[in-house]
């Protein structure tokens, strides 16, 4: 009997898919008569969306206060970039993912003493705590409630030459590229035996424990690093918009992630990326409705608590459902 | 002013400490938490705002508060939180948090997001003198007219059938079913029960803080914090975490502005390093 | 030989009842030892400070001469000692091979390793762990069924599985035949009797057929203390046990 991975029976195609996907998204985006910018800012939140999915698809920890780790690489690496302390975007980057995936390391410590509602609960205080750090006794770092403006774009430079990624394009290519190497880190990891300990916690923690497995001890590690993945997609997020801003911080931040991911499907990795596309890009589109416009976000809200109701799989969840039950009958 | 920091901290705190009884009510019978708490809190202050600058009578804007956030609460039950009795803890607070959403954004549709602001009503303006100093004479009300509260929800749930069943179903929730007392009309008084009271602390709080959609927000995270540190499934850890809470925030505020609501969540991770059951909680409720 | 299990005077009180009464055991290694008593006569909450998921009172549990009163649940399995629930507790949405594969993980990788990047192929073992365990409890043929899709009885003996790919020296079995039919019993029996070889068993059981057709010694509890202990013979005619049991035993 040949073991692969637990609870996925994809191959590789998955991520030249996704690869094939990033090449094309923007002249996808350009066809539908939406920007590359747009198409960015949706990977951006899909980098973010894959350490949630980690966490929550995958071992069942619903966190509220993903936007601490979200807000804590971002204003560092933009802090780094504008006061020059670091000139190469992606030491900047690295900086503010390890200390996002520090402070993950701390809260995680806190928060996973309790589980369940608890644990949501106390993410959404620490959550909020970090956003009061950043609003007051911070100010002076964090620019307060204005932020922190003139982040530059992404540049390597290379001794002789540099490397600039200013332009839309070139932007979505830097940002692009990471995501790639953050989905198949990703994949790795639930692919793994570490990733199918995981999964048990998410099925059933008392018996994961009483098999032999450390349980708090593996959820510390997958909290700390889906704390980096929002480090980094905080850091992006900088560079992308050339402005840092505190609403980085904020519970709505951390509520829209969970939304993106339930919407798109928890537990399928590419489920935040297409729950990211929806919201995105609905909200954009329904603000050009007139008659609309001022509600988009009750839509929305009204959608996602009907796919909680009745279609708990999100939109790739229930694809990926419907494609196991015509592989069995077919 | 330390003394008047003192008693905003009172004030706060028992405005926490009624959002905080709606909210572990809920849980504790329940075992729903409500993430679309602070979204009453915030529809009570809305209605009550409404009918106050109507009909000039606050008293009158109170009692719809309460009346119409207890109706929302009904509303709600029965149309969607009570599927959701048997699905699992992270479901609950998912779909709470998108009924906090759905609340918020009506709300807001409705009335714009501009901030409204609420006179304080005709009997509780000016200020009143305290030893030395002096102070709003509405927040001092405040306190009285939770302790009111207090005390009528103290008579039902110590003196009422319902209160029993309430508070026997928080030891036990599997006794209260095994009775056969009617657990679907008890769920649905008991929801509604709670979220009523949190209607009630927005329309009271609604002259010191403004009323605007979002406001329920902050009185969320907070409630929770006031829940931790008091304990869980607790009244009396409730209203003693709600005056803390209030304390914390205010007295900090006094000495060191910027850290005023920070300090609310330091407290609240000291309390789960050191005696993670809150201070009145009983040990191994989870 | 020594004991491969020894508790001495093991007690748990819940605030004033006393639910464990110093009961002390010795189980020789290769035997099957029964664990009988009524309802509330406190099997379950001895087997739970086996197994470490509460802590005792006061007493001590000894595995393989080591002190492991303290230990959790956990390191309890990593020690060598597996567990089956008389509520069946398995990974519902995973496949049956799955399911067995997660302890396998453990008995194998240890109870943490941080191999984000690697690949089951890796694992020292695994692979024949799963297939016989796989194999042992007759699931070969449902390995890539999910566990929720299972009959009752498969359920059962995938529950069995998942303790034995822990590689216990000690499987406790918690109520193995518990809501089964008789052919299923039987089957189970007949599993337990091929696990004997290779792993000492305690078992707790109300079903008395099942008890006297397996066990080398068999211990009776009543309110939390041992009225009896001994061969199967002994019990049968011990007067006390009789009274115990209304009704009596056959």
């Given at each position: 009997?040949?073991?692969?991975?637990?609870?996925?029976?994809?191959?590789?195609?998955?991520?030249?898919?996704?690869?094939?996907?990033?090449?094309?998204?923007?002249?996808?985006?350009?066809?539908?008569?939406?920007?590359?910018?747009?198409?960015?800012?949706?990977?951006?939140l899909?980098?973010f969306g894959l350490g949630v999915d980690l966490i929550f698809g995958f071992t069942g920890l619903l966190s509220f206060g993903q936007a601490a780790f979200f807000g804590s690489?971002?204003?560092?690496?933009?802090?780094?970039?504008?006061?020059?302390?670091?000139?190469?975007?992606?030491?900047?980057?690295?900086?503010?993912?390890?200390?996002a995936a520090?402070f993950g390391a701390v809260i995680g410590a806190l928060a996973l003493r309790q589980v369940g509602v608890y644990f949501a609960m106390l993410t959404l205080a620490f959550g909020q705590l970090f956003y009061f750090l950043?609003?007051?006794?911070?100010?002076?770092?964090?620019?307060?409630?204005?932020?922190?403006?003139?982040?530059?774009?992404?540049?390597?430079?290379?001794?002789?030459?540099?490397?600039?990624?200013?332009?839309?394009?070139?932007?979505?290519?830097?940002?692009?590229?990471?995501?790639?190497?953050?989905?198949?880190?990703?994949?790795?990891?639930?692919?793994?035996?570490?990733?199918?300990?995981l999964r048990a916690i998410l099925e059933n923690p008392q018996?994961a424990a009483?098999?032999?497995?450390?349980v708090p001890r593996y959820k510390l590690v997958v909290f700390t690093i889906a704390a980096a993945y929002g480090g980094?997609a905080?850091?992006?997020?900088?560079?992308?918009?050339?402005?840092?801003?505190?609403e980085a911080f904020s519970i709505d931040q951390s509520g829209e992630i969970i939304v993106m991911t339930v919407i798109g499907g928890s537990g399928?990795?590419?489920g935040p990326?297409?729950g990211?596309?929806?919201w995105?890009?609905?909200?954009?589109?329904?603000?050009?409705?007139?008659?609309?416009?001022?509600?988009?976000?009750?839509?929305l809200g009204?959608?996602f608590i009907?796919l909680i109701t009745?279609?708990r799989r999100g939109?790739?969840g229930?694809?990926?459902?419907?494609?196991?039950?015509?592989?069995?009958?077919? | 002013?330390?003394?008047?920091?003192?008693?905003?901290?009172?004030?706060?705190?028992?405005?926490l400490?009624?959002v905080a009884l709606g909210l572990t009510i809920i849980f504790g019978l329940l075992g729903l938490v409500n993430f679309a708490h602070g979204a009453f809190f915030m529809?009570?202050?809305?209605?009550?705002?409404?009918?106050?600058?109507?009909?000039?009578?606050?008293?009158?804007?109170?009692?719809?508060?309460?009346?119409?956030?207890?109706?929302?609460?009904?509303?709600v039950e029965?149309?969607l939180i009570r599927f959701y009795y048997k699905r699992p803890p992270e479901d609950q607070i998912l779909v709470t948090f998108g009924l906090n959403i759905v609340l918020v954004?009506?709300?807001?549709?409705?009335?714009?997001?501009?901030?409204?602001?609420?006179?304080?009503?005709?009997?509780?303006?000016?200020?009143?003198?305290?030893?030395?100093?002096?102070?709003?004479?509405?927040?001092?009300?405040?306190?009285?007219?939770?302790?009111?509260?207090?005390?009528?929800?103290?008579?039902?749930?110590?003196?009422?059938?319902?209160?029993?069943?309430?508070?026997?179903?928080i030891?036990?929730a599997?006794?209260?079913?095994?009775?056969?007392?009617?657990?679907?009309?008890?769920?649905?008084?008991?929801f509604?029960?709670g979220v009523?009271?949190a209607?009630?602390?927005?329309?009271?709080?609604?002259?010191?803080?403004?009323?605007?959609?979002d406001?329920g927000t902050d009185i969320l995270v907070q409630s929770f914090v006031v829940v931790v540190i008091g304990g869980v499934g607790s009244?009396?850890g409730a209203?003693?975490g709600g005056?803390?809470a209030?304390?914390?925030?205010?007295?900090?505020?006094?000495?060191?502005?910027?850290?005023?609501q920070v300090?609310l969540y330091v407290a609240m991770a000291l309390v789960l390093i050191?005696r993670p059951q809150g201070l009145?909680g009983v040990e191994g409720r989870a | 030989?020594?004991?491969?299990?020894?508790?001495?005077?093991?007690?748990?009180?819940?605030?004033?009842?006393?639910?464990?009464?110093?009961?002390?055991?010795?189980?020789?290694?290769?035997?099957?030892?029964?664990?009988?008593?009524?309802?509330?006569?406190?099997?379950?909450?001895?087997?739970?400070?086996?197994?470490?998921?509460?802590?005792?009172?006061?007493?001590?549990?000894?595995?393989?001469?080591?002190?492991?009163?303290?230990?959790?649940?956990?390191?309890?399995?990593?020690?060598?000692?597996?567990?089956?629930?008389?509520?069946?507790?398995?990974?519902?949405?995973?496949?049956?091979?799955?399911?067995?594969?997660?302890?396998?993980?453990?008995?194998?990788?240890?109870?943490?390793?941080?191999?984000?990047?690697?690949?089951?192929?890796?694992?020292?073992?695994?692979?024949?762990?799963?297939?016989?365990?796989?194999?042992?409890?007759?699931?070969?043929?449902?390995?890539?069924?999910?566990?929720?899709?299972?009959?009752?009885?498969?359920?059962?003996?995938?529950?069995?599985?998942?303790?034995?790919?822990?590689?216990?020296?000690?499987?406790?079995?918690?109520?193995?035949?518990?809501?089964?039919?008789?052919?299923?019993?039987?089957?189970?029996?007949?599993?337990?009797?091929?696990?004997?070889?290779?792993?000492?068993?305690?078992?707790?059981?109300?079903?008395?057929?099942?008890?006297?057709?397996?066990?080398?010694?068999?211990?009776?509890?009543?309110?939390?203390?041992?009225?009896?202990?001994?061969?199967?013979?002994?019990?049968?005619?011990?007067?006390?046990?009789?009274?115990?049991?209304?009704?009596?035993?056959?």
């Open positions: 009997m040949k073991l692969g991975p637990v609870g996925d029976r994809s191959g590789l195609w998955v991520e030249g898919a996704v690869a094939l996907f990033l090449v094309l998204f923007p002249s996808i985006f350009a066809a539908i008569g939406a920007g590359t910018d747009l198409a960015t800012r949706i990977l951006i899909g980098l690489g971002g204003f560092i690496t933009a802090y780094l970039l504008i006061h020059n302390i670091v000139t190469n975007s992606l030491a900047a980057l690295a900086i503010g993912t390890i200390a520090i950043d609003i007051s006794p911070l100010r002076n770092f964090t620019g307060s409630e204005n932020g922190l403006p003139g982040v530059p774009k992404p540049t390597i430079p290379l001794g002789a030459t540099t490397l600039d990624f200013s332009s839309s394009i070139g932007t979505y290519v830097f940002v692009a590229a990471l995501y790639f190497i953050g989905f198949v880190v990703a994949r790795r990891i639930v692919r793994s035996p570490f990733g199918a300990v018996r009483a098999v032999g497995h450390r980094l905080g850091g992006l997020l900088g560079m992308f918009q050339g402005y840092m801003p505190p399928t990795l590419i990326l297409v990211a596309g929806v995105i890009y609905l909200r954009q589109e329904l603000q050009n409705i007139d008659a609309i416009a001022g509600i988009w976000k009750l839509i009204l959608v009907l009745g279609f939109i790739v229930g694809i990926m459902a419907l494609a196991r039950r015509w592989r069995r009958e077919g | 002013m330390i003394e008047a920091q003192l008693l905003n901290g009172v004030a706060l705190g028992s405005i400490a009624l529809v009570g202050a809305y209605a009550g705002w409404i009918v106050y600058t109507q009909t000039g009578s606050f008293v009158l804007g109170v009692a719809t508060a309460l009346v119409f956030a207890f109706i929302v609460g009904i509303v029965r149309v954004e009506t709300v807001r549709a409705i009335f714009g997001g501009k901030t409204q602001l609420v006179p304080s009503p005709s009997w509780g303006q000016g200020a009143v003198q305290i030893a030395d100093f002096v102070y709003p004479q509405y927040r001092l009300e405040v306190v009285g007219i939770v302790a009111l509260t207090l005390a009528v929800m103290w008579l039902i749930l110590f003196k009422t059938r319902l209160g029993l069943i309430v508070r026997a179903g030891d036990d599997l006794i209260v079913n095994i009775l056969g007392i009617n657990v679907n009309r008890t769920f649905m008084l008991v509604a029960l009523a009271v209607g009630l602390s927005g329309i009271i709080d609604a002259p010191i803080v403004a009323v605007y959609p406001m009244f009396a209203i003693l005056i803390v209030g304390e914390i925030v205010s007295v900090t505020t006094a000495f060191a502005p910027d850290y005023g300090m050191l009145l | 030989m020594s004991a491969i299990l020894e508790t001495r005077d093991l007690t748990k009180a819940f605030g004033g009842l006393v639910a464990v009464d110093k009961v002390s055991l010795t189980v020789e290694p290769g035997t099957i030892t029964a664990l009988i008593g009524p309802n509330g006569a406190g099997k379950t909450t001895f087997f739970k400070m086996l197994s470490g998921e509460i802590p005792p009172t006061s007493g001590e549990i000894y595995f393989k001469e080591k002190d492991i009163t303290r230990y959790d649940a956990t390191r309890t399995a990593q020690l060598g000692i597996g567990k089956s629930y008389q509520i069946t507790q398995i990974f519902p949405s995973l496949t049956v091979a799955e399911n067995v594969m997660i302890p396998a993980l453990a008995a194998r990788r240890g109870e943490f390793k941080l191999d984000i990047f690697g690949s089951m192929g890796r694992v020292d073992g695994l692979e024949p762990l799963v297939e016989r365990t796989i194999a042992a409890v007759g699931l070969a043929d449902r390995a890539q069924f999910r566990a929720q899709d299972l009959a009752y009885g498969e359920k059962r003996r995938l529950e069995i599985g998942i303790a034995l790919a822990t590689e216990p020296e000690l499987l406790l079995l918690d109520e193995p035949a518990a809501g089964m039919s008789p052919s299923e019993t039987a089957e189970t029996v007949a599993l337990i009797k091929e696990l004997r070889s290779t792993v000492t068993i305690v078992i707790v059981e109300h079903d008395m057929d099942v008890v006297f057709g397996l066990a080398d010694r068999i211990m009776v509890l009543q309110d939390g203390a041992t009225i009896a202990l001994g061969a199967p013979e002994e019990i049968r005619a011990n007067q006390r046990v009789r009274e115990a049991y209304l009704g009596g035993l056959d």
